[in-house]
Nanobody, 128 residues
């Protein structure tokens, strides 16, 4: 199970930190990440961490504004979002594929693999 928290209303240029607490499996295994879905748009990837990749993977639109991190002791995933823009308004989902063998985040970005575990989502609204 994945449970997100930390969403809310923030002004443009502001910051939020999303959290995702996992239970039933370890976030140290396989691949984990964040997706989002804006109103009227398809879901899109935000960021990913995998055992195979040396560094986190970020989709282009992030452009250095977001940072993904993990606390293994708490089995919790985070997404620090800075300099938020109105176009970042979306429901953000925590995702995991804990039993994948030797996955790379690019596998998910290119559609070769899929995240099978999804949280319920947390709403982020960026508006003045």
């Amino acid at each position: 199970q994945l449970v997100e928290s930390g969403g809310g209303l923030v002004q443009p240029g502001g910051s939020l930190r999303l959290s995702c607490e996992a239970s039933g499996f370890s976030l140290d295994e396989g691949a984990i990440g964040w997706y989002r879905q804006a109103p009227g748009k398809e879901r899109e990837g935000v960021s990913c961490i995998s055992r195979r990749d040396a560094t986190p993977y970020y989709f282009d639109f992030v452009k250095g504004r977001f940072t993904i991190s993990r606390d293994s002791a708490k089995n919790t995933l985070y997404l620090q979002m800075n300099n938020l823009l109105p176009e970042d308004t979306a429901v953000y989902y925590c995702v995991a594929d804990p039993f994948a063998v030797d996955p790379s985040c690019s596998d998910y970005a290119n559609g070769y693999r899929y995240f099978y575990r999804w949280g319920q989502g947390t709403q982020v609204t960026v508006s003045s």
